[in-house]
């Protein structure tokens, strides 16, 4: 059974930096799609950075240019550096294997398997 295990989260001031990680057990990232999502409360869950099987990347507009998606196989790791951090950032973050949703649409929520997520918070 794949598993997916977040971690990295924590508090912040607005311009700060955070960088999360996700390890996959019984999956390999190499060989398919994922991405990393947040909720809010009272909010829908959003895609926020998502990378094909071959390594092209995929952004919402709100992280563009702050936001990098990256992962290492050797390790099996997957990572989000999130740089200047602002408060509206502040979110329940979540990583995703498994993608099943159609070509283009990667950054809809259409994953078969979701960690457990890592909170961030950004204080201004």
């Known amino acids: 059974q794949v598993q997916l295990v977040e971690s990295g989260g924590g508090s912040v001031q607005a311009g700060g930096s955070l960088r999360l990680s996700c390890a996959a057990s019984?999956?390999?990232?190499?060989?398919?799609?994922m991405g990393w999502f947040r909720q809010s409360p009272g909010n829908v869950r959003e895609g926020v950075a998502a990378?094909?099987?071959?390594?092209?990347?995929l952004y919402a507009d709100f992280v563009k240019g702050r936001f990098t998606i990256s992962r290492d196989n050797a390790k099996n790791m997957l990572y989000l550096q999130m740089n200047s951090l602002k408060p509206e950032d502040t979110a329940m973050y979540y990583c995703?294997?498994?993608?099943?949703?159609?070509?283009?649409?990667?950054?809809?929520?259409?994953?078969?398997?979701w960690g457990q997520g890592t909170q961030v918070t950004v204080s201004s």
């Open positions: 995703a294997t498994g993608f099943r949703g159609a070509p283009g649409a990667r950054l809809d929520p259409a994953y078969a398997y």
């Open positions: 019984e999956y390999t990232f190499s060989s398919g799609s």
């Open positions: 990378m094909d099987y071959v390594g092209t990347t």
